[in-house]
């Protein structure tokens, strides 16, 4: 009997360490960084090229980071679009209309007047596994905060698989966010987060009856 619970134990070990090998992620905080700080965050212009069929389109990416952040982060989420109308309604610039480096600097120029953080998705695709990173960086100076890493073996290249890491990142910062408080602090921030996300559910409930696009109901909200 023991010697079948050790090979039982042995097998779920081999798995277990099998599915850490395959799927990985990291995430750093930078020294300093007050991602408590953090209420709206905005999404910046990704780097990425689509290589493969089932890819997504560049504008479908942006608009996909947006749409996930929005339901999976319990910070208020802008969308590229919403940032680039802003920029044109205040300075007259469209961004849209600039070459990207130029659109980028125009950006970092004026982001800080509607959110306090901006992230930006980069998608590594050249190899048979991508690799996906996310840099949060501060509106008003661009300094890296916070970046979240991850890469598995097993991941194929289409929108379904980025939409679960999207997801996965914006749930992660806000993780990192209520770890870097105080227990006490932690607690009240930890209860806020999952009052948003109990709102969330209900939302998505209501969709799910009404048979509702559940992003125009949030975007409602």
Known sequence: MAKKFFVAMTIFMTMFTASIALAAFEEKVEEGANLVAVQKIAVAMPNYYKVEENEPEFQ???????LSGKLASTLEVLSYEEIASAIRRDTGIDIYALETPEAEKVYNQNISRYVDAYVVMTIANGNKNPWLSF?????????????????SRLMVKNTVNYKKIIEAFFNRFDTATALSLSKEERKKL?????????????????TYKTKKNKVEMVRKK
């Open 60 to 66: 479908d990416l942006i608009k996909e980071i947006y």
């Open 135 to 151: 840099n949060v960086c501060n509106a008003a100076n661009q300094k890296l905060m916070y970046t979240y890493n991850y890469q």
């Open 190 to 206: 930890q209860k806020k987060q999952n009052e948003i996300r109990k709102q969330k559910r209900r939302m998505s409930e209501d």
